[in-house]
């Protein structure tokens, strides 16, 4: 056994080298330089940013769609994933190539194809005109509900795969077993699957947050700059008004929230087990 | 076995003898908008790397963008020469940017309008176009034409109309038209921007390219929007019925200017390429086109076309907006426009 362990941190040698360099080390240097300030070192930047009306209630939004497109993603999620587990072999490879399938398209060609399904002359509009649920057509196009809609049909593969595989390593006599100790179905969820699955749960659920807070295209394109996001806010003050101190604060702010967001997750399913 | 050897070495050193001549080509690099590209490729890029016997490389976006990068790159510049609305060509010089031209190697400067010759002054750049910004507007949607800023306040216009965003080149001058609109002067735009956060219901989105107005006209989401002259051929590719308003507050104007980037190690191609995008077969071929309206003095256009362009007789009427007054003011009305209007 000792004897492996120089080997095992040789073998592990590039790719640490190869992290620090091109990823720890440019990355650490961007995220500090948001505390230097022409005289020292300081909160003053993060003050500046967030004393902005503005800036903060993007911060909100971003935060608030991003648990939404995270607590509807894991909802609807389970009962398909449980589904997908009951199907034979067969199909669930099938099934899951189909979940992987809108992760292949290019989220440019995924949102504008969202313009035409949401926009005032689009699918859903003419069909809620068509059969008098509306009597004209609404605004969903460049709202919060856009870019909620957006970000979760492509997020939600990624809670559905996570899901999937931690049902997969689900024993499969628990819930026959549970079900013969008189447990409902509602009992069996919440008793058995929930508790067992939730490292699933956290994984899917990091991922969703994670990806919907960096998310660019989609609030872009979908939401416009009135729905602006903590990305698309990030992407202004980089590229457009060149405000470094904004620019390095935002990307920590992201940073943070989303480590406190996974942190949050894995506390409650360590809590639970 | 040795034949395979031959065959793959005669291959190897082919291609480093034909990389070696392509690498002689020198290399012209532009930063330029992006819209109609196929055509400026068709009518400038393509017969300019035959006359240079160079190769063209394009870097685009908008206006605000491109600005960003060149000051990102300024102490190692990879652009050579850069196409920029003239308050971003006043930024870019105000950030040492750019470099004076030598008009002795631009002779075609000759045949421009003279507003277009030294519009930055100290021959930072000529203009290669110049455009009145106007709204445009579906006739099958709108019954009676548009004839003033304030029509766009129309109630039947409730959530169709697409805004140029501040940060676009558009922005600041809409903001500057409504606020004159509503008598405003340039020491007040209250009545401009209260005017404009009272538009609200009206607009549907903020458009950041005049490609997505485009889009927003073919979709049938937008039923006006304040847009560029350059982008009309565009607005008129989508085969809506569209018109071109004409506002009795005036035509207001912005010119686009080319200058050559400083640091650049092709001062001479780029001062060769200027010559050549002002000349008269290249505003010619724009014109005809509908990409950029011309400003050589020299070019003859057929009345159809010429209607749909800025042209020789409305450039006289028109009111070029002070870019250094643009400028002074535009990070103010940013922050102000996020504040009150964008949300």
């Known amino acids: ?273 | 076995m040795n034949k395979k050897v031959m065959l793959v070495a005669g291959a190897v050193i082919s291609s480093a003898i034909f990389s070696l001549a392509v690498g002689q080509q020198r290399t012209l690099t532009i930063s330029s908008f992006g819209l109609n590209q196929p055509l400026i490729d068709k009518n400038v890029t393509r017969p300019f790397e035959t006359l240079c016997n160079c190769k063209i490389v394009y870097e685009v976006g908008n206006n605000a963008d491109r600005l960003a990068k060149l000051i990102a790159r300024k102490n190692n510049p990879n652009i050579d020469v850069a196409l920029l609305g003239d308050y971003f060509a006043q930024a870019a010089i105000r950030e040492g940017l750019l470099d004076q031209l030598d008009t002795r190697k631009i002779p075609n400067r000759n045949q421009i309008y003279d507003f277009a010759k030294n519009p930055l002054g100290n021959d930072y750049g000529v203009a290669f176009t110049a455009y009145t910004i106007s709204l445009a507007y579906r006739t099958d949607k709108i019954s009676t034409p548009l004839t003033s800023w304030r029509d766009l306040w129309r109630p039947e216009l409730k959530g169709r109309i697409a805004l140029p965003n501040i940060t676009t080149t558009q922005g600041p001058p809409v903001v500057f038209a409504v606020n004159r609109a509503y008598a405003g002067t340039d020491s007040n735009v209250n009545p401009g921007f209260q005017q404009l956060a009272a538009l609200k219901p009206n607009i549907l989105t903020f458009y950041n390219q005049s490609s997505q107005v485009a889009s927003l006209f073919a979709q049938d989401e937008i039923w006006v929007a304040p847009i560029g002259r350059f982008a009309w051929g565009t607005m008129l590719n989508t085969g809506k019925p569209l018109a071109w308003a004409r506002l009795r507050e005036g035509q207001i104007g912005l010119m686009n200017t080319v200058s050559i980037v400083k640091g650049t190690k092709n001062e001479d191609l780029a001062h060769q390429y200027i010559n050549f995008l002002i000349s008269k077969e290249v505003q010619l071929a724009q014109a005809n086109d509908l990409v950029d309206s011309p400003i050589n003095k020299t070019v003859q256009l057929k009345p159809a076309k010429a209607a749909q362009l800025t042209t020789l007789g409305e450039f006289a009427n028109m009111r070029f907006l002070d870019a250094k007054y643009l400028l002074g003011v535009r990070d103010e009305w940013i922050a102000r426009w996020n504040k009150e209007i964008a949300r």
């Not at chain 1, 080390?25 to 230097?36: I, M, N």
């Not at chain 1, 405000?243 to 920590?252: F, G, H, K, P, R």
């Not at chain 1, 996974?262 to 639970?272: I, P």
């Open chain 1, 1 to 273: 056994m000792t004897n492996n362990r120089p080997r095992a941190w040789l073998l592990l040698f590039p790719a640490t080298v190869f992290l620090l360099a091109v990823f720890v080390y440019p990355v650490g240097v961007f995220l500090l330089s948001s505390f230097r300030l022409e005289n020292g070192v300081g909160l003053d930047n993060y003050f500046t940013f967030f004393s902005s009306e503005v800036n903060i209630e993007v911060y909100w939004r971003t935060v608030r769609i991003a648990l939404l497109v995270t607590l509807v993603s894991a909802v609807v999620s389970y009962p398909a994933a449980l589904a997908i587990m009951q199907l034979g072999a067969q199909y669930r490879g099938l099934l899951i190539g189909l979940i992987i399938l809108p992760l292949m398209i290019s989220p440019v060609a995924r949102s504008f194809a969202w313009l035409v399904v949401l926009g005032r002359e689009g699918l859903i509009n003419k069909t809620l005109v068509g059969t008098g649920v509306l009597k004209e057509s609404i605004p969903i196009l460049y709202t919060e509900n856009a870019v909620f809609i957006g970000l979760l049909q492509l997020m939600l593969p990624l809670m559905l795969l996570s899901l999937t595989s931690a049902l997969e390593n689900l024993p499969r006599d628990v819930i026959a077993a549970a079900r013969s100790l008189g447990a409902n179905s509602l009992q069996v969820f919440t008793r058995v699957i929930l508790p067992l699955t939730r490292d699933g749960l956290t994984i899917g659920g990091t991922l969703v947050f994670t990806g919907c807070v960096t998310a660019y295209v989609t609030p872009a394109l979908l939401g416009g700059p009135r729905v602006t996001m903590l990305a698309t806010l990030l992407y202004q003050k980089a590229g457009v008004t060149v405000d470094e101190a904004a620019t390095t604060v935002i990307s920590m702010v992201m940073l943070l929230t989303t480590l406190a967001v996974n942190a949050a997750l894995k506390s409650r399913s360590r809590g639970a087990a």
